[in-house]
């Protein structure tokens, strides 16, 4: 039967149901008719036994004595419902009790065998008589064979006899099968059960153990999946959120400063101020938007991007690219270590290290030094971990307090707002570092203490 969660799907709890209780009535009735078969057989035995006894007792008896003697002896003892029959040494027959006129029976398997072993028992079907029939016969002194018959009662018809006490039997096991059938039903469903109730199933069977482990880390996963996305959307969401309101403010006073100029009412030196804060306004939302679309890029498939990556002459193209803004603050730059290569995507690993050099030398006083150090560690303290690549940007900064240090890579996040947005920062630098490190299998760390400077180190496996 169908249940509300899948039509046309049958129910494990019935089919087991209909199943037990099936099996049961098939083993009561085989039980019945294999014992009526046995029962009928001993049954047929005994006959064939009592009638042979019958006979031999009878031709013991009958001694010398003519036709009609011995018709008297045996009409006396045998009063019964048997019928015998004389049938003389040649076949004929003699005289027989229900029928005078019976001819010839020396061709009948028990004749035939009583001539040859003194004695016999057969059952079959006589086709004069139109039914089965059990025989016995005892040959006499003088040559002629006595034959006693009776009906052989059919297994069907002896069967039959018994099918109101097996009908009652069937019923009363119909109904304790039933009962049981139940009991067991609910006993095997069990684990299925709970385990559609979304509950642990200690006592599940060893055959379906896998099945049940594959839809529980099935269900794990969905759920991990649909944290994930529910993460996703808040992200999505929030970064909707912060990106409208970074591009609101600049926008504002770009409109604001406009009107005052397209009024007229500023002065030629107001509006060469006015003109220059509408410049790095709109220098601060092209910024803005250049970082959404690295991010939006960054979630594009990598596919045949990744190559080897030198990381100290990736390191060295970075800080003479990098090496006007810092002339301009007036802060050292150098490249310190070795030549190691990584498997990675080169635009990426450029992205990220340009991205910290540019904080660091933004938030470096003059007169301080920046160093990129590309070195490899191999774990002393861990022989069992992989060896990495260790790409170190360290600056002489303000540094970053500790209970800010886990929110830097927060998409819009700023430790210091106003210092920020003086420097033209958008709050996702970080967020690109973090995001394109983990594109090429790698980590980012801070290291920072206020007041002293701070340490961003990209770990990439080797």
Do not use: W
Not at 209 to 219: G, H, K, N, S, T
Not at 286 to 311: C, F, H, K, N, Y
Request: aromatic share 4%; with cysteine; glycine share 8%.
């Amino acid at each position: 039967m169908a249940d509300g969660r899948g039509t046309g799907r049958r129910r494990l709890s019935t089919t087991v149901f209909a199943a037990l209780v099936a099996s049961a009535l098939a083993c009561v009735l085989a039980a019945f008719l294999g014992t009526a078969a046995v029962y009928y057989a001993t049954h047929e035995a005994g006959e064939a036994q009592r009638l042979a006894a019958l006979a031999e007792e009878a031709g013991a008896t009958l001694g010398p004595l003519d036709a009609d003697g011995r018709r008297a002896m045996l009409a006396a003892q045998l009063p019964g419902p048997e019928r015998y029959t004389l049938v003389s040494s040649d076949g004929e027959v003699l005289f027989d009790s229900a029928d005078d006129d019976a001819g010839y029976h020396g061709d009948r398997p028990e004749v035939l065998e009583a001539e040859k072993a003194g004695s016999a028992s057969v059952s079959r079907h006589s086709a004069t008589l139109g039914r089965d029939m059990l025989y016995a016969a005892q040959r006499l002194a003088g040559g002629d064979v006595l034959r006693i018959a009776e009906e052989r009662e059919s297994f069907v018809a002896f069967a039959g006899s018994f099918v109101l006490p097996a009908a009652a039997v069937m019923a009363a096991v119909a109904a304790l099968a039933a009962v049981a059938s139940r009991l067991i039903t609910r006993r095997i469903v069990a684990p299925f059960a709970a385990l559609d109730d979304g509950l642990p199933a200690p006592d599940c069977y060893r055959e379906v153990a896998p099945l049940i482990e594959r839809i529980e880390d099935q269900q794990a996963r969905l759920r991990e999946q649909n944290l994930e996305l529910a993460r996703a959307d808040t992200i999505r969401r929030d970064f909707s959120a912060n990106v409208s309101h970074e591009m609101k403010t600049p926008l504002q006073i770009i409109s604001g400063y406009a009107e005052i100029i397209d009024r007229g009412i500023a002065d030629e030196a107001d509006t060469r101020t006015f003109a220059h804060i509408i410049h790095d306004e709109a220098q601060r939302m092209r910024s803005l938007i250049d970082d959404v679309l690295t991010l939006s890029r960054m979630d594009e498939p990598l596919g045949a991007e990744q190559g080897p990556v030198d990381l100290l002459d990736l390191a060295g193209s970075v800080l003479r690219r990098m090496a006007p803004v810092a002339d301009a603050a007036e802060v050292g730059l150098r490249a310190l270590g070795s030549p190691i290569t990584v498997e990675a995507n080169a635009r990426l690993l450029d992205q990220a290290l340009s991205n910290l050099v540019e904080n660091a030398v933004r938030y470096s006083p003059a007169g301080s030094q920046v160093t990129v150090t590309v070195a490899k560690d191999c774990h002393p303290g861990d022989p069992g971990a992989a060896a990495e690549a260790v790409v170190s940007v360290r600056d002489e900064g303000c540094g970053i307090a500790a209970d800010e240090q886990g929110k830097v890579f927060e998409r819009f996040y700023r430790v210091d707002k106003s210092r920020s947005k003086e420097t033209g920062g958008t709050g996702l630098g970080l967020a690109i570092v973090k995001h394109a490190v983990e594109q090429c299998g790698g980590t980012v760390e801070l290291e920072s203490t206020p007041g002293e400077g701070s340490v961003f180190r990209l770990r990439l496996p080797l």
